[in-house]
Each structure stands twice: as C-alpha cells, then as structure tokens.
C-alpha cells in the first residue's frame, strides 16, 4: 500500500480489491471493498428472449447493420419500448456477432474502477489475465482503457467483439463518463458497440457521426407499425377477444409503445371477465405509475399533468401556465431530456407532445382549475394570432362570451385553417336566435358546415338570410354556393357559381382565392387540365400578396391535385414534399388542415406507387389529425385504408374500415350524398375481390342513382368513371362483354361529351358515342387539353386488355398490355394494375413472360412481384423473316392452348377453312411442320 501525494492511501487496481459503490473512489475514500471478480463476471450476460417475442425483420436488419466492426449504435428511447428486446433479438439473429458482450450498467458503476473491471471482463478472452499488469492509480483509468482497446484480436479475442452496454443513462459520475466518452473515441476495429439508454448520451458524438460511425436508432424507429400492432394482437383476434377496429385504436392510442401493448395482451390472455381500455388494465398502471410517473418528485408530477391538458405544448406556454405548486423547471424540453415518452412536433420548433396513452391516463384524476388554465393558454394563443388554438381552449375554459368573441374576429383565420371541429362546438354553445341577429355569423357557419360535409346545413343557413343581407353579402354567398356544389359533385353549377362570385367587385381577397381554388378543381374534374392550372396560378398569387402560409399550402394542394390527375406522380410527390418541407419551416406555423390535405394526396401518389408501407405511416399521422378537425379528409383516409387491405388480401380488415368510415360520417352528421357512394363503391370492389359477384352487384343498384348523375366530387373527382369502371368488371365477371364494351367506349367519350356541354351548351346528350366517331366528337366538342384523367385511362386501357383476351383478341390484348405497360413505367403507376388484381394475372402471365418486357426494368419487376411471377428471360428474341399477323397469332395463342382447328373456328367466329389456312401460315413462318413444334417455336421466340 503507497500514499498519494495528499498522504491518503491509494489502492492499487490489481491488488485484489474491489472497486468501491457509489462513487468512493472518485471521493477519495479510503473504505474500499474487496473486488470478487466471478461476482463481476455474472454481470456479463445477454438477457433471454421471452417465447412470444415478435419478429421484426426490417428493425433487426437495420440494427446488424449499424453493428458493423469499429462502429457505434445508440439506442434511445424511453422506457417500455423494447430497447433492449430488438436489439438482442436482432444480435441472436445473426450470425455476424459470436463473440457477444453485454453489461446491464447500474447506478453502482458511477465507480471508474468498478466500471473499467466490467469491461476488462468483457473485452478479454477466457482464461486471460483479468487485469492488466503493473498498478493503477484512479487518476490512471484513462491509460488502463487505452491499454486494454490497444491489444490486438489475438492477443485478446479469436474473433471481433460485439460489446453491449445497456442502461447508460445510470452511468452520472463524471469519471465514469469520461470513461465511456474515451471508448466511443479510441474504438478499435475489433469491436463493435452498442449503447442502450433512455435519454442523450452526455457528451458530443458529431465527429463520429460525420465519420460515419456513429448510428442512432430513437423511440420512433422502435415502436410498432400499423402491421406489427395487427400482428402482435392476432392471437387476440383469432380468439376473439379483439377486433381489428380495437387494435386500430390501441395503435392510435400507443403509437406502438410495446411494453403497454405487450402487458395488455398478457391481461387478455388471462382475463375472464369484462375486457377493460388499455389505460385502466392493472398492469398498464402500475408500469407507467412505477416506470414514467412514480421517477418523479411531486411538484414534477404536477407539471406533466398540466402539459397533459393541452395537445401540444412549448417551453413558454408552459412558463405562462405554471403555478407555485408544480415544477416551474420540469419544462416541456426537460421532460424530454429526461427520457420521458414526450416527443417533438414536427416543424413545429420546440413543441412538444405527450405519448397519447400516457396523456390519457395523466388526465383520468386531473386536476383543479383546469378551466382558468384553459383561458390563460386561450389568450396566450390568441396574442400570437394563432385563432384556431385560441378557440379551441377558450371553448374547453367554458367561457362562451370569449369563444364568441374570439369567432368574430378571427374568422377570416379560422375559416382557413378549417378547424370544424372547434367551431361546431362553439355553435352548440351559442345563445338561441343568435343566427337570426348576425348575418355574417350565417356566412361564417355556412363555410364551417360546407367544409364539415354538411351541405344541407350549409344551404338552411343560407335560405334563411333575409333579401337585403342577401344582395349585401351577393359575393360571399356565390363564393360559399360554389363550394358547397363543389363538395356536392355538381361541377359545372360550381364552375358558374365560382365564376359569379368573381365577378361582384366587393369580393374579398380571400373568398377570391376560395373561388379560384373551386374553379382549378373543377376544370381538373372534367380534364381540362390547362384551365384548372391557370386558375391555379391565380389562386396562388392571391395567397402570396395575403402574406398566407394557410392559403398557399391550399393552392400548392391544388396543384399537386392537378398534377396527379395528368399522372405526373413523380412531379405531384415533389411539390407536395416542398410545400409540407416549406410549412416546417414557417415561424407562424401554417394551418394544421393545409398540411394534412398535403400529408393526404402524398399518401395517394405513394399508393399509386405500390409504396403502401410509406404511404400507410402517413395515414397514420394525417388521419389522427384528421379526426382532431373533423377534416372530411378522413373519408380519403379510410378509403385508402380499405385499398391498402384489399391489396395485400385482408378483405376482413377492409370491410372493418368501411364500417368504421360509415359510423365517423354518420357520427359527424356528413351529408350521406358525400360519404354514400364512395363507400358502397368500395364494398363492390372488396365483394369482387371475394368473387361474390351478386353482393357486388347489390352494392352497384345502390350506386346509380349517382352514376345518372355524374357526381364528381372534391374528394375523388373521378368518381363518376370509377363507378362505370366497376360496372364494366362486374358485366365482365357476368360474362356480359358486349355491355361491358358498350360502357367502355362510353367512358371513354365522356370528358369530350361533357366538355361540348359546357361549351355549347347542349344538353342531354348521349354518352354512348360509337369508337369510330370518337375523333370527330373530341374535335367538334371539346379544347384540345380535355382528356380523361391518366388514372381511370389507363384503368380503362386495362380492362379492355381483359376484355379482348376474353373474346379472343390475344394480340390485341398483348398490344394494349404493353402499351399500358410503357405508359404506366415512367411514373411507376402502378394501382391500377393491382385493383385489377384477379382480372389481369392471366394476360400479365403471358405478356410478363416475354424477354421484350424486360426493357422496363422496374417498373416491370414490380408487376412480377406483386403478381407472383418470374422474372422474364434476358435473351434477345430471334426476329422471323415474316412476322405473325394478330389474326394468326390469336390462332396460335388458342392452338397452344389445345383447342381444335374446330373449337378456334367457333371461338374466332371464322370458317374451319380460314383457320387451316392461318395453321399452315404460322407453321411456315416460324419453319415448322406440326402444332406441337410451332408451340415449343413459338415459346422459344417469345410469342407465347
């Protein structure tokens, strides 16, 4: 034993002695305990895998993969999301790590001494010197490290190490700390690390970062997706002790935190009575109480469940808030730092929100003077002009007089930010025979009903103006009768009215910009793409000299709208991601319904894609909000939810979601002329799916009377052909092809037929023009930029290829298959294709085949993917010194199929002696003598 230079004594690291607890070392305590190294070693050890755990292959490829030798991973995130069960999971998974070392740090290994014997344990080979020779003073951590990181693989390990340090956060003592800190920077290549902890790291990791290695994997790549939620419940379901609309609102409800929604599935397992909501189950109370609640001091309990009071919550909000009694410290930034499960608002600067099942059980007791509270956050929105926020909680602080108020002056701001939701409250709360003294309180609330879906209510409150107010307010009226027949389907009534609205000259800038906006959807509705964007173009201006972010995202929305009806999808994602990457990044932040009508029709491009998994982790976040509004976005929301199913064949879960649709828009009082078709339409599409072709058919009689009507409404312009689309498949599925064409050419002309109308006036006239009058009808009738929308032409290009190979026309259909192919490639448009799923896999059978479709890469691999098919040949085609005719090859196609010189006669409606003749043509072509070695030809060269 040797005295330090202050003359206490200083142990020696390897005498045998323990590192002392809880700090001794770094106090300079001479009480040390004795070191019991096979004590030490028991703490080196991989926590076991419960039997249920459920597979996550994407999250534990991306965590092999960040594990690579010399590199860092961090996992963080709070408590109960699984931290340590991926990433043991995915290292068990693996077999690029055999040589595993992983500590579960606790607070006793604040101790530098004890902390370098844990890793001296772990990062030398069995039978080693436990520690390394000569002695070390507390002071000499930092050399003892450099040592033992500075031997080789085979001085110390055969194989590189994969070392796991888990809690991390425990580790507080600034020596200890800076032990981590000289790990991270003096990593050899021999070993790879992982860090686990609740909260940041406490020192810089920028320079690993950019030196790329350095990966951090937060609470939002570990919770559950939408899938993974259904997955983890599935046995829950098959028992049925769960619905799949109840795991739809525990994942809303969680957002994919696995502890609560694996403690809950253990409760389901072993409860026999009357199944409780997440938040009440014991188990679920007692984690969040022990594990997020039950850390904190009182005063800091306080101030959570005051943030639970509002959706979000920023550091100065909170400041204007908070009382005497809470923890004027414990900010919203704090909680977050402290690895509570508190996120950030996206582009919302520094606002922050809770988990929502932490929020909702935080408000289950509550707490006084919650009103008062709700009034102080009212007016502190109200002084930064965020109106719809300063409403929202001066309706929750049941001050009517206030809200009112609030309504009056701010409507302007209210009625573009769309919060239905609010405003309907207020109008619950408003004094009998109000509506009949304000006149503009009418327009206001007629704006607020037309935005919600209720048109009805919308046209009430307009009749009831008396004469004089009418001629008064003549603009404003036009403007709000054009969105109302707008959201009604009728087109072009909404066109004349938008037009009327912009002739009175004391129209506002705002209601202009409105009747701008109605006028691009329109003429979008109806092809008449150039139209639609110079209305657009207006619409925008008008935006941009208000100074509004709110308006302008509309506008871009518009744009994008008709974008995606030419089919650009490519162009549609890059202005819907610029306008949402624009809203981020405005200090006055935008108008919520904006971003989610952005969020909305970006989901779409990415379905029209196939890219259903990105496209699903945005319905998750606009359809929250959506719900919040009462954003009749929903609606589009649902519906995607119900194709996104049908796609991937869970038919069940598709029709729980139109269920669900129908219960929200009955619930919110949507005008069934909205909500109706658009989901009878999908009911026929799922019965399709299920061949029960007679439910369909019951779903398409409830359907016509808007298919007489020609609805187009804002939501889904391209109803009315959609509609026909369903009709043609269902004839299809009845073997009524010569209807099924009728219709076919029918849509085909009707943006032409409709555009003479509006044009010229005309009325009545028929839709049913024959093919070979087509040219002459779109050039007497219709401008030269009035086509069909890209999606239904090509959903009908589609279903004339089922329909020539149901009568015979295999090249035909061939033909039409690949021009549908090369049309759809460059924007990877790829949803029609899968809507048709059970109609097209034959024909894509043969055509996929062919070395010719290998030309459009991947967009054709696409096809093969989700059709089940292999990938096409790659060697050229031998070219034949006289090509076959589509009649012959029709002939061959059925030859090949072994049908008779007879049967193909009948088929082709031919003479038998036509068909011999077409036989020996082919035969010599292809320089063969027999059907059976014109078939194996044929095969070779690619025509089968």
């Known amino acids: ?25 770094v106090l300079g305590s001479t009480t040390q305990g004795e070191l019991i190294w096979d004590l030490l070693r028991q703490r080196v050890r991989t926590p076991e895998q419960p039997s249920d755990y459920l597979v996550r292959p994407g999250l534990s490829a991306r965590l092999q993969g960040a594990l690579a030798p010399g590199a860092i991973l961090h996992l963080e995130a709070p408590s109960g999301f699984g931290k340590t069960l991926a990433l043991s999971a995915a290292l068990a998974e693996s077999s690029g790590h055999p040589n595993l070392q992983w500590i579960s740090l606790t607070s006793q290994d604040n101790d530098a001494v004890r902390l370098l014997a844990l890793l001296t344990i772990a990062l030398r080979a069995p039978g080693q010197q436990d520690v390394p020779a000569g002695r070390q003073r507390v002071g000499g951590m930092a050399d003892a490290l450099s040592l033992l990181l500075g031997e080789t693989p085979q001085q110390t390990q055969p194989a590189p190490v994969t070392l796991v340090l888990d809690n991390v956060d425990q580790v507080v003592s600034p020596s200890a700390v800076a032990l981590l800190e000289q ?61 799949t609309v109840a795991v739809e609102h525990l994942y809303s409800l969680t957002e994919g935190w696995l502890t609560p929604l694996a403690l809950y599935r253990r409760e389901l397992a072993t409860a026999t009575n009357e199944r409780f909501p997440i938040q009440e189950t014991l188990n679920v109370e007692r984690f969040l109480r022990d594990s997020v609640f039950g850390r904190l001091t009182p005063a800091q309990q306080r101030s959570l469940a005051m943030m639970a009071e509002l959706d979000s919550i920023s550091d100065d909000l909170f400041a204007a808030m908070a009382d005497d009694v809470c923890d004027r410290q414990f900010r919203p930034s704090r909680v977050v730092a402290s690895g509570l499960p508190m996120r950030s608002v996206p582009g919302r600067g520094r606002w922050y929100r809770l988990n929502p099942l932490l929020r909702e059980w935080l408000l289950v007791p509550g707490l006084d003077d919650r009103e008062a509270r709700a009034m102080v956050a009212s007016r502190w929105f109200e002084k930064r002009d965020e109106f719809p926020e300063a409403l929202r909680y001066a309706l929750i602080s049941n001050d009517v007089e206030e809200a009112l108020r609030i309504a009056a002056e701010g409507s302007e701001a209210l009625l573009v930010g769309q919060d239905t939701a609010s405003l309907l409250r207020l109008q619950r709360s408003l004094p009998a025979g109000l509506f009949q003294r304000s006149p503009r309180l009418r327009i206001v609330y007629g704006w607020v009903h037309a935005i919600g879906g209720q048109f009805r209510a919308a046209r009430a409150l307009l009749d009831g103006l008396p004469e004089e107010d009418r001629l008064a307010m003549k603009g404003r009226i036009h403007a709000l009768m054009a969105v109302i027949l707008r959201g009604e389907g009728s087109v072009e009534a909404a066109i004349e009215e938008a037009d ?7 129209l506002s ?14 003429m979008c509705a109806r092809g008449r793409f150039s139209e639609a964007r110079s209305a657009n173009r207006i619409a925008a201006r008008l935006a941009r000299e208000a100074g509004d972010p709110g308006s302008e995202i509309l506008a871009v929305y518009a744009h994008a709208r008709i974008e995606l009806g ?58 929250r909000y959506a719900e919040q509004s009462r954003d009749l976005g929903l609606l589009l929301i649902m519906a995607l939810r119900v194709l996104i199913c049908r796609s991937q064949g869970r038919l069940d879960d598709a029709f729980a979601w139109i269920g669900q649709a129908e219960r929200t828009m009955q619930s919110w009082q949507v005008d069934d002329t909205v909500y109706v078709p658009v989901l009878e339409a999908l009911k026929a599409n799922c019965w399709l799916a299920l061949d029960q072709p007679d439910s369909a058919a019951m779903a398409l009689r409830r359907l016509e009377p808007y298919r007489r009507r ?46 003479g109308q509006a044009g010229e006036g005309q009325k009545g006239e028929s839709q049913e023009g024959e093919s070979q009058e087509g040219e002459s009808q779109e050039g007497k009738r219709a401008p030269a930029d009035v086509v069909l929308p890209f999606g239904l032409a090509l959903q009908v290009r589609l279903l004339q290829v089922v329909l020539d190979y149901r009568s015979g026309r295999i090249a035909d259909a061939r033909n039409g298959l690949l021009t549908a192919i090369e049309e759809a490639a460059p924007e990877h448009y790829i949803s029609p294709f899968l809507e048709l799923r059970e109609e097209l896999v034959e024909p894509l059978q043969k055509v996929l085949a062919a070395p010719q479709t290998a030309a459009h890469g991947a967009f ?32 061959l196609e059925l030859i090949a199929q072994g049908l008779s010189n007879q049967d193909i006669a009948d088929r082709l409606h031919i003479s038998l002696h036509t068909v011999k003749t077409h036989a020996r043509r082919i035969n010599a072509k292809l320089e063969v003598r027999s059907r059976t070695q ?11």
Do not use: Y
């Open 500 to 506: 009327l609205a912009l002739s009175c000259g004391e």
């Open 1 to 25: 034993m040797r005295r330090g230079g202050t003359g206490q004594r200083v142990k020696p690291f390897d005498d045998g002695c323990a590192a002392n607890d809880e700090f001794q070392s």
């Open 710 to 755: 020609r609805c187009a409404p804002e939501l889904i312009p391209v109803m009315p052909g959609l509609l026909d689309c369903l009709q043609v498949r269902l004839d299809l599925r009845l073997g009524h092809d010569k209807a099924a064409a009728k219709l076919l050419e029918a849509i085909r002309q009707e943006p032409f037929i409709i555009a």
């Open 860 to 891: 054709a691999s696409a096809l093969r993917h989700a059709f089940g098919l292999p990938e096409a040949s790659q060697e050229p085609v031998a070219q034949l010194a006289e090509p076959i005719s589509d009649r012959e090859q029709a002939v």
């Open 934 to 944: 014109a078939i194996v030809r044929a095969r070779e060269l690619g025509l089968l």
């Open 183 to 243: 790990l991270l920077a003096e990593l050899p290549p021999w070993l790879s690390l992982a860090l686990i902890s609740r909260k940041a790291l406490p020192f810089e990791t920028h320079g690993l970062e950019l030196g790329g290695r350095f990966t951090r994997i937060a609470g939002d790549s570990l919770e559950l997706s939408r899938s993974e939620t259904l997955a983890f419940f599935e046995p829950a379901i098959a028992d049925g002790k769960l619905t």
């Open 566 to 623: 030419k089919g650009s999808l490519r162009h549609s994602e890059q202005l819907l991601r610029t306008a949402l990457d624009t809203a981020m990044n405005v200090s006055n932040r935008p108008a919520r319904v904006g971003e989610i009508r952005l969020q909305l029709n970006l989901a779409l491009v990415l379905w029209h894609q196939g890219r259903e998994a990105e496209a699903d982790r945005l319905l998750v976040t606009c359809g």
């Open 509 to 522: 800038t705002q209601a202009q910009l409105v009747s701008q906006l109605i006028r691009a959807s329109a």
